[in-house]
């Protein structure tokens, strides 16, 4: 028997109430991170302000916006490897760590601990960005595994992104100061990480893991049973091993052209994602003569989570390699006409402008939904080294996001708006290309067959007697 077979009624379940509370279960810690990384960019002018600074392009700008980015660089990087020891055996760890550092946001008593616990705030986001799209995507049924991991990771990140907004608002209806809004906004970012914990723990481990890599065959059965209702899978894993017994290196070495797209391709869309997400509702806002929190609630439920929605209901029946090239060239000429216009007529008239940037952020939001969900490497890469691989994708993602975070603001200040502009245009032109020449197609295809999973390295014998173990 092969690990094709043993899946088969995991892959071809229809979605259910399972898949489901899974999605939601999982994306709560990337509604978290949306949240967080957005409030800080909301909030921005009234830290530095309630600490004595001032300057939106200055270097403890971009560290506070560029802290927590780091931070997920090494939590993905650990947990990645960590992962490789059980999916579940760490999850939930994750978003306590999210909500204390989120919480601890409202006491801090001055810029560099802000920076501090952000970066710590981070680790906990890194590692949900490994475990989390692991676990859903190894859960998932192959034909809506695109969409279950857009609306889970896409859709949830920009509803928290949007939530930040709204949350800002009320503070300032309510005639808050500056500082206590700031500190109220960044620390109700603790509670969607909350909302999760019970839940988390409460998820099986999935059955690809207890097979291949742990090599449970009754672990697997009861999982698959459990989940799927097939209980025809416990008897025939009944004594048979399915451990892969090849090492992580080896699926490294032989999946690293897969492998250095995935990192590629969420590099490129980070640095132009957090060029807009993170100075959008600061710099770019203020041309259009927009709040920052305004401008984050514009952009993000009128453009952003439309876009996404769109980009799940096209992914598994278009395929990932295509809708990410073709909407990335689409996503580089609506940047190209913002430059061009905003040179032309040097002040922008607000609404034009708006236009603009809402063509931009949908065809954007379409073209990088693939790369930066983490699903590149969930489906490229076998089960023995998916979640090493995943936490080399999203720390490429955060070097992305952290360049940008620095980068970015000194394009603006020292080049103007529309040279940024250009810069953003050009790195998504090279991120359509790389997506059309390199980027293998996983729609429609179980984890096995996308990533090339070598199954005659599974032990499919049956398990030893006891007296063939002694001897």
Not at 184 to 208: H, S
Request: proline fraction near 3%; charge should be positive.
């Amino acid at each position: 028997m092969s690990t094709r077979t043993i899946f088969a009624a995991q892959d071809q379940a229809r979605t259910g109430r399972f898949h489901l509370r899974t999605m939601f279960t999982t994306g709560m810690g990337v509604f978290s991170d949306g949240y967080s990384l957005s409030s800080i960019a909301i909030v921005l002018p009234l830290v530095l302000a309630s600490f004595g600074r001032h300057s939106l392009t200055g270097i403890q700008s971009s560290l506070l916006t560029g802290s927590a980015l780091a931070g997920m660089a090494l939590g993905a990087l650990v947990f990645g490897v960590l992962g490789n020891r059980g999916r579940k055996r760490y999850y939930g760890i994750d978003v306590v760590v999210m909500a204390v550092t989120a919480l601890a946001q409202a006491f801090v008593p001055d810029v560099a601990w802000l920076i501090a616990v952000r970066f710590l705030f981070g680790i906990g986001a890194g590692a949900d960005y490994v475990l989390s799209p692991t676990i859903l995507g190894e859960h998932a049924n192959v034909r809506d595994r695109g969409k279950l991991m857009l609306i889970g990771f896409g859709v949830s990140w920009v509803t928290g992104a949007a939530l930040a907004g709204v949350v800002d608002l009320l503070c300032h209806a309510a005639g808050l100061s500056g500082g206590d809004t700031w500190r109220i906004v960044l620390a109700f970012g603790a509670l969607p990480a909350l909302t999760v914990v019970y839940l988390r723990r409460r998820l099986p481990e999935t059955a690809r893991f207890l097979a291949r890599v742990r090599g449970d065959a009754a672990a697997t059965a009861a999982v698959l049973a459990e989940v799927h209702a097939e209980e025809q899978v416990r008897r025939d894993l009944a004594g048979v091993r399915l451990v892969d017994r090849r090492s992580v290196l080896h699926y490294l070495a032989r999946n690293r052209q897969a492998i250095v797209t995935s990192c590629v391709l969420w590099f490129l869309f980070d640095v132009i994602g957090y060029s807009s997400g993170l100075y959008g509702p600061t710099l770019i806002a203020k041309g259009l003569g927009l709040s920052p929190e305004v401008f984050t609630l514009v952009t993000y439920a009128a453009f952003s989570i439309p876009a996404l929605l769109l980009a799940a209901a096209i992914v598994d029946k278009r395929g990932r390699r295509r809708m990410t090239a073709q909407w990335s060239v689409a996503a580089a000429l609506a940047l190209v006409a913002f430059g061009a216009y905003k040179d032309a007529v040097g002040i922008m008239a607000p609404g034009v402008a708006l236009v603009l940037l809402g063509l931009f952020t949908v065809t954007g939001g379409v073209a990088n939904a693939v790369p930066t969900s983490g699903m590149n490497g969930v489906e490229l890469t076998p089960t023995k080294a998916r979640t090493v691989v995943q936490g080399i994708t999203v720390a490429s993602g955060r070097a992305g996001a952290t360049i940008a975070a620095f980068v970015f603001p000194a394009l603006f200040a020292h080049l103007g708006e529309s040279v940024a502009i250009y810069f953003l245009a050009a790195v998504t032109a090279v991120a359509a290309a790389v997506a059309w020449a390199t980027l293998p197609e996983a729609a429609g295809r179980s984890l096995e067959a996308a990533s090339d999973e070598e199954l005659e390295g599974a032990t499919t014998a049956p398990s030893p007697t006891p007296t063939e173990t002694a001897a």
